[in-house]
């Protein structure tokens, strides 16, 4: 059974914590493991905070958007922004890449998502937005599936 979600929100970075809590109390069903909680938070908080710094430059008039599905034990989220976009995704990729290096940003957001989660993918245009698309089995689902 497919079970989906969708939340939009004023790129404010006090919004952040709640796409976080809201993501994480969605996903409590399928009942992961605490350090599988804490990555998916962790992957949503960075996912966001791109959004709201580097998409919109913290301009709260922009809206960020998360939508998130489940099915057989796979986590499907999309976190999506329609702002200034990304020049180049291969070099934004790269650890310790920021564009904003005066607001102390490590250049790590990418890195970490890609560390916890089976799959990233991220498109985006200039001028027009991104979109990062991440894929996490669980391993509670992996063993219901055994």
Do not use: W
Not at 12 to 32: C, G, H, K, Y
Not at 45 to 59: F, K, L, R
Not at 75 to 95: L, N, T, W, Y
């Amino acid at each position: 059974m497919k079970n989906e979600m969708k939340l939009q929100f004023s790129a404010l970075s006090q919004n952040e914590s709640f796409a976080r809590v809201t993501v994480a109390s969605f996903i409590a069903q399928l009942d992961p493991t605490m350090d599988e909680l804490t990555e998916i938070k962790t992957v949503v908080s960075e996912a966001v905070t791109n959004s709201i710094i580097h998409g919109y430059d913290n301009d709260p008039e922009g809206i960020v958007f998360i939508n998130v599905t489940i099915e057989n034990g796979l986590i499907e989220m999309s976190i999506k922004d329609i702002g200034h976009g990304i020049a180049d995704v291969e070099e934004a990729r790269q650890p310790l890449f920021t564009t904003k290096p005066d607001l102390e940003r490590s250049g790590m957001g990418f890195t970490i998502m890609e560390n916890f989660m089976d799959e990233v993918e991220i498109h985006s245009q200039p001028g027009k937005g991104t979109e990062v698309r991440l894929r996490k089995h669980l391993s509670s689902s992996k063993m219901l599936c055994n």
